[in-house]
């Protein structure tokens, strides 16, 4: 039989559009359904915009692997498609001398993720590069970078829809049906019309909705079982947030549930400390910021950033990552998987696509036209 489109991608974050922008070079009848009413209002626009080098990731895990990749990727994207980026580096800082050990930790776990580009900095060297940042010892990822976020995603976009790419916004999926060999899908409209069409290929790339569209189809893996964590973002107010110019980390997490918080620049020069992780006690889409958390804020930081005064910081923002570590557990690596074993050939999840998501993006994209390569 033949189905209405090939390849149905639940999702218009940045990486369903990511891999929309992909998969239609090569193939035709790529339908995306995003229940938003535009592209990337989720965790693609509630994030750190940092372009990770990959350094912490578990060597040879999906997260490692495709977040060097997805980073050089982004560069070249970056440089060929005009999309604003800053490879501003990022500096990993140790304040007290027992944090020195995790910073050689991080070094050769870098290395074997392929990424070597690192360097030890003493005190002196740390404030030639921030003079404004107090460590005694750092290490300098010159890789990383910060990019404007929405217009990567706005470029995904553009080069999906002139490579004949189909967009729903304000759709949203409410049920999936195996059959034969195609998938039925069905969606719900704004005026609660619905209506269901067939694809040979789905792909679920709905963030934090991702296990619940897996359910859908009748995939109940317990291993996909999604906690929402939010993670609260404070601004440091002018004149202060001119004094710090680079990206700058504590040492993360030992379990990297987080990388502690730390220093994001952003291509508008603001200058923000966060984010924090909070295991949230129900999945809802609560993005408040708590002003009674300041103080942890202020207490994190004050350490790296002598020059700050409570009275510096104000509530920003806030973003949840769809984890399917439970708090406490050891990092657990992305799930992208065909579930043909499962019994849904060409049903492709993405599941727990938190951070380096957006770094992945790119080479996420290409690992899932790996996957469905056989089906064509
Ligand atoms: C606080 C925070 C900081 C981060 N910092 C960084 C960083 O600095 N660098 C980095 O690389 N990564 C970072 N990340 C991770 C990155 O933001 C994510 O990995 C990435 O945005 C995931 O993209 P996505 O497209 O998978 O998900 P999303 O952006 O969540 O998109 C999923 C889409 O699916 C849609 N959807 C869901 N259900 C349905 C349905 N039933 N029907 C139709 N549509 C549906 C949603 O509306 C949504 O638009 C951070 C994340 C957070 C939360």
């Known amino acids: 039989m033949t189905t ?8 218009a974050g940045v990486v369903g559009l990511a891999i929309a922008s992909k998969l239609s070079s090569h193939y035709e009848g790529v339908f995306v359904i995003e229940r938003n009413i535009k592209f990337g209002q989720e965790s693609s626009s509630r994030n750190s915009e940092v372009i990770h080098s990959g350094l912490y990731y578990p060597t040879d895990s999906l997260k490692a692997k495709l977040c060097v990749k997805g980073r050089n990727m982004l560069y070249d994207i970056c ?7 800053k490879k501003c580096g990022k500096l990993i800082t140790a304040s007290a001398p027992d944090e020195i050990e995790r910073l050689d ?26 003079p404004n940042v107090k460590a005694i010892r750092a290490l300098f990822s010159p890789s990383t970078g910060i990019i404007d976020t929405h217009a990567l995603m706005k470029y ?3 080069n999906s829809i002139n490579n004949g790419v189909d967009f729903a916004y304000k759709t949203q999926v409410t049920g999936i049906v195996k059959k034969d060999n195609f998938y039925i899908i069905e969606v719900k409209e704004p005026n609660q019309t619905k209506f269901s069409f067939t694809s040979k290929i789905v792909i679920n790339a709905a ?12 995939i109940n893996n317990e291993s996909y079982r999604t906690y929402f964590c939010k993670g609260e973002y404070f601004s440091v107010k002018p004149p202060k947030n001119k004094l710090v110019s680079g990206l700058v980390y504590p040492v993360p997490f030992k379990n990297f549930t987080g990388l502690g918080v730390h220093v994001t620049v952003d291509l508008g ?20 910021v708590e002003g009674n958390h300041k103080i942890d804020f202020f ?3 004050k350490r790296f950033l002598p020059f700050l005064n409570i009275e510096d910081l104000q509530a920003e923002m806030a973003g949840i990552r769809p984890k399917i570590q439970k708090e406490n557990e050891p990092i657990k690596d992305f799930v992208i998987k065909d579930e043909v074993k499962e019994g849904f050939p060409g049903f492709i999840n993405l599941i727990g696509i938190e951070s380096p998501g957006l770094t992945s993006s790119p080479a996420i994209a290409e690992y899932v036209e790996s996957l469905i390569a056989k089906y064509f």
């Open 4 to 11: 209405d489109v090939n390849i149905a991608i639940i999702g």
């Open 79 to 85: 440089d060929t498609e005009n999309i604003p980026y």
């Open 105 to 130: 930790f991080i070094y050769t776990k870098a290395l074997a993720n392929g990424v070597n580009d690192l360097k030890f900095l003493n005190s002196e060297e740390i404030s030639l590069i921030e």
């Open 156 to 158: 995904f976009e553009s």
């Open 207 to 218: 963030g934090q909705e991702a296990e619940n569209m897996a359910k859908l189809v009748g």
């Open 269 to 288: 020069g603001s200058l923000k400390l966060g984010p924090n992780v909070i295991y949230m006690d129900k999945n809802v889409y609560d993005y408040s």
């Open 299 to 301: 207490n994190s930081a």
